[in-house]
């Protein structure tokens, strides 16, 4: 039955227009010319990165050393200078490429994975799509043309989580044809857009804020942008690691294992637990924890995409800038920070009463079982010249070799509990070897 409906799919979806296919010869791109609007621009971002420096040094100097969680919240979402906040981070310009940006393949293959399992579920309505950091709004954009194509769009609603602002204006511009900022006295969201075909796109701050209905979650690479806590075993038990000023210099900073335990040792370091070195993310915990709580009231599908393991990785804590890995705490401010998702301490918060997953599956496998192969020679024969063809196949080539995104990235999805029954004699599209 999977297999038929996504066989179907893609040859419903061969006039689907492939206008994106360029983004694959673009992501690797470095843009030297700046325009004197693009300098006034990284001026601002200069001062604001290190008005975020400075507020992190004088936080350590009057209560001391900072765990990586404070650090990591004040670098990235600090509404004066955040990472995320002012700039567009994102393609050839920023500091790193997402799966989105290279390839309008990956956007299509989610779409086909939300309506073959909304489908099933006997296409409820009124329904709407969530996503959670929605990024450019690129992914999405690309979710919601195969949507139409389907004329899955009716009694539908989207509504995008995104906490910077920049961000969310570079969203509505590229979904929507009117956008206007709202009044968060009177409104819960702070924009509102309207789409070509009449959908409304609405913006949150926080999770908590989007409206309970049967709802597709969608949240690619935003956990792994979430505060974790570092612990290492030492010889007098587990300690935090911290981050201070680095003694040799006022500009530097370093970690340091604590003294004593602290109250994150106390709160989520447990007897099983047998690695020597860990990360946890509370914050990660709570929002899988509302999901839960949100699918069992009014039905839903969840489906998290990120870099993660599956409870066995220890110091994964780096950061990105001009696309290359450099140390966490050099340049704070200025680049990118990011930790693998803990597939499965994501499970353990949401146990087995409420919810029921599967995976996590490489991308590798999910996209090669939602037919990323097939739709590509589609898009190929349809290509009128060689360098979209290159474009489609370096694309590929990035999304599912194992020495690139292939196997680094990770697929899980959640369900309501009552399903469970269901879906052992319907296999969820994208989890299971034999489909």
Known sequence: ???????????????????????????????????????????????????????????????????????????????????????????????????????QLFGEMIAVWLLSEWQKLGCPKPFQIVELGPGRGTMLDDILRVFRKFGANKDMSVRLVEVSPHL????????????????????????????????????????QDVPHQFSLVVAHEFFDALPIHKFQKTENGWREILIDIDGSSEDKLRFIISRNETPACKMFITPAEKRDHFEVSPESGVIMDYLATFLRRKGGIVLVADYGHDGDGKDTFRAYKNHKQIHPLESPGSADLTADVDFAYLRSVVG???????????????????????????????????????????????????????????????????????FEKNPVSGFFSNQ
């Open 1 to 103: 039955m999977n297999g038929k409906f996504i066989r179907s799919t893609h040859k419903f979806l061969v006039n689907v227009c492939s206008t994106n296919v360029e983004r694959g010869m673009k992501h690797c791109l470095n843009f030297s010319t700046h325009s004197p609007k693009d300098e006034l621009g990284e001026a601002r971002n200069i001062v604001r990165r290190q008005s975020v420096f400075q507020d992190i040094k004088t936080k350590i100097l009057i209560k001391g050393p900072l765990t990586v969680a404070e650090y990591m919240k004040s670098i990235l979402t600090d509404p004066i200078g955040g990472y995320y906040m002012h700039s567009d981070v994102f393609g050839g310009k920023g500091d790193f490429t997402t799966s989105p940006e290279i390839s």
């Open 168 to 207: 969310s204006q570079l969203q509505g511009k590229l979904l929507c044809q009117s956008v206007e900022r709202c009044n968060t006295n009177t409104d819960i969201h702070y924009q509102k857009g309207l789409m070509k075909d009449s959908v409304p796109v609405f913006w949150y701050n926080s999770l």
């Open 352 to 422: 087995e009463g409420r919810v029921i997953s599967y995976g996590p599956v490489t991308q590798r496998d999910f996209l090669q079982r939602m037919g990323i192969n097939i739709r590509c020679e589609i898009l190929k024969k349809r290509s009128q010249n060689d360098s979209d063809k290159k474009a489609l196949e370096s694309g590929l080539k990035m999304l599912t070799d194992e020495d690139q995104m292939g196997v680094r990235f990770k697929f899980q999805s959640f369900f309501p509990a009552v399903l469970k029954d269901y």
